[in-house]
C-alpha cells in the first residue's frame, strides 16, 4: 500500500500535551509529530473497530428476535 498523502491541518494543543509527546517522541527515537500522527491512527482504527463490532453485535441480536 502507497503512503498515504498527508494534509496540512491546525489545530490548537495546550503547551503541557504537546511537551508531553515531545518527551514520550524523544525516548522512543520518534519525531513529536510523527508519534501524534500514529496516536491518531491507532485511536481511529480502535474506534472504528468498536463501532462495528457493536453494529455485528446488535445485528446478530436483532435476528435472535426476529
Known sequence: MPPAT?????????KALIEDF??????????????MRQTLARFAEAEKRQMQNKAA?????????A
Open 22 to 35: 515531545k518527551f514520550i517522541a524523544d525516548a522512543n527515537g520518534l519525531k513529536y509529530q510523527t508519534l
Open 57 to 65: 453485535s446488535q445485528q446478530r441480536s436483532a435476528r435472535k428476535f
Open 6 to 14: 498527508l494534509q496540512r491541518r491546525s489545530i490548537r494543543l495546550s
